[in-house]
Nanobody, 125 residues
Framework: QVQLVESGGGLVQAGGSLRLSCAAS????????TGWFRQAPGQEREFVAG????????NYADSVKGRFTISRDNAKNTVYLQMNNLKPEDTAVYYC??????????????????WGQGTQVTVSS
């Protein structure tokens, strides 16, 4: 089993920045891909960004390219999501997810077995 704990959410004005963290514990050697997803009220969970645990391959949703950066610190078993130039439409609960699946699963939330509890990000206009 893998446990994931997110932190770093909060309230920020449009144009501001936040950094989310996702700390993994347990059988972290099972992790190959890690992703950030978000879900706004009444909407489906959507992919934000993903990274391979060892190789550093990354992928981003078009809506966040150039504003968000995903990174990982293997020594700390932690994945980060740096969010800059935040917009009101970025408001959502952000979830960290991990799985042993291949890179082809990176942006598909249905492929991930392990999920954090979520952290709220609210961007005011």
């Amino acid at each position: 089993q893998v446990q994931l704990v997110e932190s770093g959410g909060g309230l920020v004005q449009a144009g501001g920045s936040l950094r989310l963290s996702c700390a993994a514990s347990g059988r972290t050697l099972d992790i190959y891909i890690t992703g950030w997803f978000r879900q706004a009220p009444g909407q489906e969970r959507e992919f934000v960004a993903g990274v391979s645990w060892s190789g550093g391959s990354t992928n981003y949703a078009d809506s966040v390219k150039g504003r968000f950066t995903i990174s990982r610190d293997n020594a700390k078993n932690t994945v980060y999501l740096q969010m800059n130039n935040l917009k009101p439409e970025d408001t959502a609960v952000y979830y960290c997810a991990a799985d042993s699946g291949p890179l082809g699963y990176l942006s598909d939330f249905r492929r991930y077995r392990y999920w954090g509890q979520g952290t709220q990000v609210t961007v005011s206009s």
